[in-house]
């Protein structure tokens, strides 16, 4: 009898002996569960991997790591990111871009005619005000959901994938703006099964983007305040963060305050001095794309130096040269007061919260934008603490979401959990 017991303990041993030598001598597994910023104006996938606890962005399109959030229709075949993008000025009705605004949403007939004066696609509401666009491929109408919109730039990240892993993936997390509702969360989700994924969770936007600095792991972090400017809108959270629960506290934004605005003040002045320098106005729309496109860059620029030059030919004016250089100090002056309204949703979480600055205990920035060094010194200045900017901000949400599918995945190093609680407050909307 005693014999067969031996037996059985020695089997025991040999499985937990081969499963040690397997976590120590095997490649690590790979990930299972992928995370997906599906964004506004960007969208990007990532995957957490086990053993060494990074997460990876992949490259999507070019280089590209997050690919524009545009889809084009066309007669023979369907463009996505930079690809829909490059034929967008040919093709702008069959060209979607934003549905994210209108995904899982219900609007009025004064709001889709609104809504209507702002894209170049057209817009339609069904009977219960639900909105899909009209686009005509092969000489025929067809209606394209949000969420249709929102599937086909998923499947692109799906399949950017499964080309890095060369393994089928099908199950997911993704992010949400923390404003969503209940309707446009599963809409969101329609999208993710519509490109054939399970979606295991959605998780806020600025929780994730707290999860990508591992927030939900340090038991004396209380209250993070995250920040978000991107593109054309701010948005600030006030999350509560303990023992692995995240709760949204207060939630306030600006739906009109970017980096958009930002480029209109540089291209503004830049207008005035052609003005000046030609005694006539710039008003040839090429001239313009062209200047616009030295603005953005000219932008970028002075985020790491202290200078930028714009140099350019003006082909309405007979190819005259233009050139002129922008400080930073200039840059800042003449968006000033812009930058500063960057401040208000801070205020008016802190005071929903009835928190000082000082019992902020970290801050987190999110958006292309908050990498402009005013930004950065304005808020730190404001709350007295240097905000974190270890992760890119425009990767900080897709990394999080990748946290949250590896913590999901069941990833070894990952033992912590993360979990966020429903919240009932409702955003703050400054104008
Ligand atoms: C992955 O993590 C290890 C250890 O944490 C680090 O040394 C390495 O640079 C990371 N690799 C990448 C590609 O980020
Ligand atoms: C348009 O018609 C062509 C030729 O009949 C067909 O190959 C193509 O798939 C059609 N396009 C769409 C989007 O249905
Ligand atoms: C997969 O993606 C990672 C991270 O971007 C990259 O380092 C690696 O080379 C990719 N592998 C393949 C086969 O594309
Ligand atoms: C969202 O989906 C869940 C599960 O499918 C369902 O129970 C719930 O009624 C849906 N809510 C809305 C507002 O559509
Ligand atoms: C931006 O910087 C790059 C590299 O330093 C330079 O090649 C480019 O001309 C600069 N552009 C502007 C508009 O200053």
Redesign the pocket.
């Known amino acids: 009898m005693s014999s067969h017991y031996i037996i059985l303990g020695t089997s025991v041993l040999a499985v937990l002996l081969a499963g040690y030598l397997a976590q120590m001598y095997l490649p690590p597994p790979k990930p299972k569960v992928v995370g997906i910023d599906l964004g506004t104006t960007f969208s990007c996938v990532g995957m957490y991997?086990a053993v060494?606890?990074?997460v990876?962005v992949l490259t999507t399109q070019d280089g590209h790591k997050c690919i524009p959030s545009v889809v084009a229709i066309l007669d023979d075949g369907i463009l996505v990111g930079y690809d829909a993008v490059a034929q967008a000025e040919h093709n702008p009705s069959n060209t979607l871009y934003d549905a994210k605004r209108f995904i899982g949403k219900t609007f009025t007939k004064e709001e889709v005619d609104e809504a209507q004066k702002q894209y170049s696609f057209k817009i339609k509401a069904d009977q219960f005000g639900m909105v899909s666009f009209s686009v005509v491929v092969n000489s025929t109408e067809r209606l394209v959901s949000p969420e249709d919109v929102g599937s086909i730039i998923i499947g692109t990240l799906k399949q950017a994938v499964e080309r890095n892993l060369s393994v089928p993936v099908n199950r997911a997390v993704l992010s949400v703006p923390a404003e969503f509702d209940e309707k446009q969360r599963n809409f969101t989700m329609k999208a993710g099964a519509l490109a054939g994924l399970e979606i295991l969770r959605v998780i806020n936007e600025p929780t994730a983007a707290a999860m990508a600095y591992g927030l939900h792991t340090k038991s004396n972090i209380h209250n993070v305040l995250v920040v978000d400017l991107g593109g054309g809108t701010l948005d600030v959270s006030l999350l509560n963060v303990q023992g692995g629960m995240f709760l949204t506290q207060a939630m306030a934004g600006n739906n009109r305050l970017g980096g958009q605005d930002f480029n209109q003040r540089l291209l503004e002045y830049l207008l005035e001095r052609i003005k000046e320098q030609f005694k006539k106005p710039l008003t040839d729309k090429e001239d313009l794309q062209v200047l616009r496109m030295k603005v953005e860059e000219a932008k970028l620029n002075l985020t790491y130096h202290d200078a930028a030059s714009i140099s350019l030919k003006l082909q309405s004016f007979g190819k005259a040269s233009f050139k002129e250089t922008i400080t930073r100090v200039l840059f800042e002056k003449i968006n000033s007061d812009l930058f500063l309204r960057v401040l208000e949703p801070i205020d008016r979480v802190l005071q929903a919260t009835e928190l000082t600055p000082e019992e902020v205990d970290e801050i987190v920035l999110v958006g292309g934008s908050t990498r402009i060094p005013r930004v950065i010194s304005l808020v730190e200045e404001h709350m007295k603490r240097r905000p974190n900017t270890d992760v890119d901000p425009e990767l900080a949400v897709v990394t999080g979401v990748s946290v949250q599918a590896g913590i999901l995945g069941g990833m070894w190093p990952l033992t912590v959990s993360a979990v966020e609680l429903p919240t009932r407050v409702k955003k703050i909307h400054i104008h």
Do not use: F, L
């Open positions: 991997h060494t606890g990074n990876s």
